[in-house]
């Protein structure tokens, strides 16, 4: 099982990498997305975690990992 699935705000593009998490948020990196608060809004738009959705193409490359 897995945890560091990429979601993606469908509202600004906004990318949530679990690896990196949103330290600026108060996210630590290594936090799932499903364990970010219900709360939680998007940090550039303000849209809740329903407007985002999980990115499913494997081939697209985080930055992250691009060297
Ligand atoms: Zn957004």
């Known amino acids: 099982m897995t945890n560091d699935q990429i979601w993606i705000c ?3 593009g ?3 990498d679990p690896v990196l998490g949103l330290p600026d948020e108060g ?3 290594g936090t799932a997305f499903e364990d970010i608060p219900d709360d939680w809004c998007c940090p550039d738009c303000g ?3 329903e407007d985002f959705e999980p990115h499913g193409d494997s081939a ?3 930055p992250r990992m691009a060297v």
Request: a positive charge; charged letters at 5%.
């Open 10 to 12: 469908v509202v600004c």
């Open 47 to 49: 849209v809740s975690k």
């Open 27 to 29: 996210i630590p990196p």
């Open 60 to 62: 697209w490359i985080p």
């Open 14 to 16: 906004l990318v949530y």
